[in-house]
């Protein structure tokens, strides 16, 4: 709570006196030692003291902070309403011998019903999490079972001993009503709580439950002429006002799990003890009737809380099998939903009414990723898929198998295949500045063509990778080899050594089992990654000796100019990635960026070994070659500094089972 330092401990202040003088009173009662003067020292004024704190301490509550202070402010003036009424009782009636009844004090009493009322249904819309129906009913259901043991125990009994005009019968009984009422109201409240032990609702409920015996003994006491003044009984209401002054201070609580069997078991038990009740009515007939229709009541609510936990579960299970089935980011069906549609529709398919299983694979959406990040490579999926449903329409399904896979289930109709193709190719495209987002396909047409579901998916799987083969071989492969043809007309020798690192590349990455795209990117990054020597003057590259400084800036710019020529090609963006990451080192000491271990691109870090065993073993104008031993020692002695240890060891062993003993590469 946002409350100022001098108010906070002014309240404590007040608590800590008014703790003291309910200590005080309760040892005055016990002890029974006062004199006659003392007496009605405690008797009127320490007791009324007593509840008018409990209402200030409220008031405060309420006054200086805005978080729920209606319901603070008006369960205040409830309490002091309730401390008006013992005042005016000692003030104006407690002298008298024959004093009325009802009297002015018992309407300032019974003030404090209706202030509290409006206190505690303020507090559960403020406090409560959930309005669910279910909650309500076990609330209500509680709250019943409760009120039929009241009125069982205690409520007959206030009757029976009433006597009388009707005024004086009403305000009797109007007394335990209202505590039944308040009572039955945060019984409510906990339910809707889902039962969770929030202190603030703990000391109300303890509050109004001391209150509501103290009210029932007083009144059988006061019809039967036995109460006596001075015993513990009046404690029992001070303190009953100073527990919901301390629920006032509370802080907000903290969540609390709310465990299943506690929703199950309170409504249950309720329910069975309702039903004692109406069998002990029955063979003893001592439950009366107020107390046989609440447990009526609440007997049947339970029924209905069960016929609405069985509905719930329905729901729950339908919504549970719906999401079993559906892509939670797309909202398309999912791989598992598409292997059940495919055996329905297999079974209806003939050769007169076909059905067609479209499946396609986003090509570009790994670089979009790369270069824009996750969560708007997620983000194009769901547009994608959005279109891809729209596309589709009424014709058929569109599913999202996972990652950038989608897959269609149509029935083609007249038009045939062709134009739900076209709309679907369509609709699985996204161009950008930077990216471009396109997508291979497979069809297979049923029962033609597959007659189970396994068969259709494997056979649209391999006409869709045969014709994004295709395309990648015919984009990247025709930009590399242009590449390579202007490294070839330039430096003949430097075109023949890329393409002994690009067959060495390749063999090592399969030795560390990278994917399909990782292969073929390591591949062309090997035979592309001194595509940028080509600005690099002759003279620097021909010299005999060591470079210069000078020099060697030239000779560190060109992974950079790599870079830069590769990304004007899109089916070599990823390429271009790899090779400005070619001449960085393992400890971080490498050009242009200074990478350091695994920062480095795994595909980058073959690039550099395959590029120096290869430099090592071939004749140089400022040196000899040494042996591929020689050189697979020297890798392995700058493994950790320059080069990845992993990486070594892979390509040390790739090169003791592919090279044969003349040291020739294997084609």
Same mark, same amino acid.
């Given at each position: 709570?946002?409350?100022?330092?001098?108010?906070?401990?002014?309240?404590?202040?007040?608590?800590?006196?008014?703790?003291?003088?309910?200590?005080?009173?309760?040892?005055?009662?016990?002890?029974?030692?006062?004199?006659?003067?003392?007496?009605?020292?405690?008797?009127?004024?320490?007791?009324?003291?007593?509840?008018?704190?409990?209402?200030?301490?409220?008031?405060?509550?309420?006054?200086?902070?805005?978080?729920?202070?209606?319901?603070?402010?008006?369960?205040?003036?409830?309490?002091?309403?309730?401390?008006?009424?013992?005042?005016?009782?000692?003030?104006?009636?407690?002298?008298?011998?024959?004093?009325?009844?009802?009297?002015?004090?018992?309407?300032?009493?019974?003030?404090?019903?209706?202030?509290?009322?409006?206190?505690?249904?303020?507090?559960?819309?403020?406090?409560?999490?959930?309005?669910?129906?279910?909650?309500?009913?076990?609330?209500?259901?509680?709250?019943?079972?409760?009120?039929?043991?009241?009125?069982?125990?205690?409520?007959?009994?206030?009757?029976? @001993?009433?006597?009388?005009?009707?005024?004086?019968?009403?305000?009797?009984?109007?007394?335990?009503?209202?505590?039944?009422?308040?009572?039955?109201?945060?019984?409510?409240?906990?339910?809707?709580?889902?039962?969770?032990?929030?202190?603030?609702?703990?000391?109300?409920?303890?509050?109004?439950?001391?209150?509501?015996?103290?009210?029932?003994?007083?009144?059988?006491?006061? @019809?039967?002429?036995?109460?006596?003044?001075?015993?513990?009984?009046?404690?029992?209401?001070?303190?009953?006002?100073?527990?919901?002054?301390?629920?006032?201070?509370?802080?907000?609580?903290?969540?609390?799990?709310?465990?299943?069997?506690?929703?199950?078991?309170?409504?249950?038990?309720?329910?069975?003890?309702?039903?004692?009740?109406?069998?002990?009515?029955?063979?003893?007939?001592?439950?009366?009737?107020?107390?046989?229709?609440?447990?009526?009541?609440?007997?049947?609510?339970?029924?209905?809380?069960?016929?609405?936990?069985?509905?719930?579960?329905?729901?729950?299970?339908?919504?549970?099998?719906?999401?079993?089935?559906?892509?939670?980011?797309?909202?398309?069906?999912?791989?598992?939903?598409?292997?059940?549609?495919?055996?329905?529709?297999? @079974?209806?398919?003939?050769?007169?009414?076909?059905?067609?299983?479209?499946?396609?694979?986003?090509?570009?959406?790994?670089?979009?990723?790369?270069?824009?990040?996750?969560?708007?490579?997620?983000?194009?999926?769901?547009?994608?898929?959005?279109?891809?449903?729209?596309?589709?329409?009424?014709?058929?399904?569109?599913?999202?198998?996972?990652?950038?896979?989608?897959?269609?289930?149509?029935?083609?109709?007249?038009?045939?295949?062709?134009?739900?193709?076209?709309?679907?190719?369509?609709?699985?495209?996204?161009?950008?500045?930077?990216?471009?987002?396109?997508?291979?396909?497979?069809?297979?047409?049923?029962?033609?063509?597959?007659?189970?579901?396994?068969?259709?998916?494997?056979?649209?799987?391999?006409?869709?990778?045969?014709?994004?083969?295709?395309?990648?071989?015919?984009?990247?492969?025709?930009?590399?080899?242009?590449?390579?043809?202007?490294?070839?007309?330039?430096?003949?020798?430097?075109?023949?050594?890329?393409?002994?690192?690009?067959?060495?590349?390749?063999?090592?990455?399969?030795?560390?089992?990278?994917?399909?795209?990782?292969?073929?990117?390591?591949?062309?990054?090997?035979?592309?990654?001194?595509?940028?020597?080509?600005?690099?003057?002759?003279?620097?590259?021909?010299?005999?000796?060591?470079?210069?400084?000078?020099?060697?800036?030239?000779?560190?710019?060109?992974?950079?100019?790599?870079?830069?020529?590769?990304? @004007?090609?899109?089916?070599?963006?990823?390429?271009?990635?790899?090779?400005?990451?070619?001449?960085?080192?393992?400890?971080?000491?490498?050009?242009?960026?200074?990478?350091?271990?695994?920062?480095?691109?795994?595909?980058?870090?073959?690039?550099?070994?395959?590029?120096?065993?290869?430099?090592?073993?071939?004749?140089?104008?400022?040196?000899?070659?040494?042996?591929?031993?020689?050189?697979?020692?020297?890798?392995?002695?700058?493994?950790?500094?320059?080069?990845?240890?992993?990486?070594?060891?892979?390509?040390?062993?790739?090169?003791?089972?592919?090279?044969?003993?003349?040291?020739?590469?294997?084609?």
């Amino acid at each position: 709570m946002d409350v100022s330092p001098r108010l906070r401990a002014g309240t404590r202040t007040l608590g800590a006196l008014t703790g003291l003088a309910l200590l005080a009173y309760v040892a005055h009662i016990a002890l029974g030692l006062g004199s006659p003067g003392l007496d009605d020292l405690f008797q009127h004024w320490v007791y009324c003291g007593l509840i008018v704190a409990a209402g200030a301490i409220c008031l405060l509550r309420g006054l200086a902070v805005r978080q729920e202070r209606a319901a603070w402010v008006v369960m205040g003036a409830g309490l002091v309403a309730w401390a008006a009424g013992e005042i005016t009782w000692t003030l104006a009636y407690a002298g008298q011998a024959d004093p009325p009844y009802p009297s002015v004090s018992d309407v300032l009493y019974l003030a404090w019903y209706p202030a509290s009322y409006v206190a505690l249904l303020l507090l559960a819309r403020s406090r409560t999490d959930s309005f669910r129906s279910s909650l309500w009913l076990d609330g209500a259901i509680a709250a019943l079972t409760v009120a039929a043991l009241i009125a069982t125990l205690a409520f007959q009994p206030i009757v029976d @001993a009433t006597s009388g005009g009707t005024a004086e019968i009403a305000v009797n009984l109007a007394y335990p009503v209202g505590d039944l009422l308040l009572l039955g109201l945060v019984v409510v409240v906990f339910g809707l709580n889902g039962w969770r032990p929030d202190p603030v609702w703990l000391l109300i409920g303890g509050g109004l439950a001391l209150t509501a015996v103290a009210d029932g003994l007083y009144l059988v006491q006061s @019809a039967t002429d036995h109460n006596v003044q001075g015993t513990l009984l009046d404690v029992a209401w001070p303190t009953s006002a100073l527990l919901l002054a301390v629920a006032a201070w509370q802080p907000a609580r903290v969540r609390i799990t709310i465990h299943d069997w506690v929703v199950i078991a309170v409504p249950a038990g309720c329910g069975l003890v309702a039903v004692q009740l109406l069998v002990y009515d029955h063979f003893e007939r001592n439950v009366n009737a107020v107390g046989v229709s609440l447990a009526a009541w609440a007997l049947l609510l339970a029924l209905a809380r069960m016929a609405l936990a069985f509905l719930e579960n329905q729901r729950t299970l339908s919504q549970t099998h719906a999401e079993a089935r559906t892509d939670s980011l797309t909202g398309l069906r999912n791989r598992r939903s598409l292997l059940a549609d495919l055996e329905q529709q297999l @079974a209806q398919a003939s050769v007169a009414s076909p059905r067609a299983l479209l499946l396609f694979d986003l090509d570009g959406f790994k670089e979009y990723n790369d270069a824009f990040g996750h969560p708007a490579g997620d983000g194009l999926l769901v547009r994608l898929a959005a279109r891809l449903a729209d596309a589709v329409g009424a014709s058929g399904e569109a599913y999202r198998l996972g990652g950038d896979e989608f897959c269609v289930l149509v029935s083609p109709g007249r038009g045939g295949i062709d134009p739900i193709l076209a709309a679907c190719s369509a609709a699985l495209n996204e161009r950008g500045e930077g990216f471009e987002v396109t997508s291979s396909f497979g069809v297979v047409v049923l029962p033609e063509e597959a007659s189970t579901p396994t068969l259709a998916l494997q056979l649209a799987d391999r006409r869709m990778y045969a014709r994004k083969g295709g395309r990648r071989m015919s984009a990247g492969r025709q930009s590399r080899d242009v590449l390579l043809r202007t490294l070839s007309e330039r430096r003949p020798d430097l075109h023949l050594r890329l393409r002994d690192i690009g067959e060495l590349a390749l063999a090592v990455g399969r030795e560390l089992h990278m994917g399909p795209e990782g292969l073929d990117e390591v591949a062309r990054a090997a035979e592309l990654h001194d595509v940028g020597k080509i600005a690099v003057p002759d003279a620097i590259l021909d010299k005999p000796g060591a470079l210069d400084p000078v020099e060697w800036s030239f000779m560190r710019r060109h992974p950079l100019i790599g870079e830069r020529i590769l990304l @004007a090609a899109p089916a070599l963006r990823p390429v271009a990635r790899l090779v400005r990451s070619s001449h960085e080192r393992w400890d971080g000491g490498g050009y242009p960026d200074g990478l350091r271990g695994d920062e480095i691109p795994l595909g980058a870090r073959v690039v550099a070994v395959c590029d120096a065993f290869d430099a090592m073993t071939s004749e140089r104008p400022y040196r000899e070659s040494v042996t591929e031993s020689d050189a697979i020692a020297e890798l392995r002695c700058c493994a950790g500094t320059q080069f990845d240890p992993i990486v070594v060891e892979a390509f040390a062993r790739v090169i003791a089972r592919e090279r044969p003993a003349h040291g020739e590469v294997l084609r």
